[in-house]
């Protein structure tokens, strides 16, 4: 399900504690979320950008800082220790196309610590961050994929990408009202780079065709 609310898009992602879905309903399905019921991080066609960006979080216990939002290991988080709201900031060193986040909670092993809402900022600096996207999230258990960005193409079938220096993931509630929360693994993807050559007279051009181009 999702709803419009002014100029920033609210997605409601469902809980996937339904049996696993066949390999073609985890297809991207351009401009709506997908959830992967998987705890390792998913093959995605969207470049991971979040690579040469510098993170910082909002506070940390010991040992659960933001290396545990980029080591790839799902029995590893970051666990906020402070006040709210907790957020993750990620600077890139220049101007970047931020198409989608790829992000993995786990409402069944962190029940209260797992966000309900997030809210996602972008800007050219941390003074001038604005709200680009809130997403409500229904007990996920997964890596939940979604845009970035709540204005349409021209063609009105996907989300344009947010171009930006900085972008900063909020939590601003977590489930049961809990007050620290636990974020299992964050990835920030970019647009899908467009490779196409003359020599390639039947290209792969969208997001559910590109994560088997390889394969042919």
Known sequence: MTALAGNTRND?????????????????????PIMHQTRVPPILPWPDIGRIAKWSVSSYKFGFG????RDGDP??????????????TIEFPRK???????????????DSYTPSTLAIRAGTGPSDLQDVRVATLDKPDGWITFDVSSELSEDGTTYKPVHGYVLQIIVVANHMSGKD??????????????NVTDDDPFPFTSPAFKMYETIR
């Open 12 to 32: 409601v992602v469902q809980n996937a504690a339904n049996p696993a879905p066949s390999a073609s309903a985890n297809m991207p399905k351009d401009g709506m």
């Open 66 to 69: 933001t290396e545990c939002l």
């Open 75 to 88: 029995d590893t988080f970051w666990h906020s220790d402070g006040p709210q709201p907790h957020f993750i």
């Open 96 to 110: 970047v196309a931020i198409q989608k986040i790829s992000i993995y909670l786990s409402w069944p092993q962190d």
């Open 181 to 194: 929360t636990h974020i299992r693994g964050l990835k920030i993807l970019g647009p899908i780079e467009d």
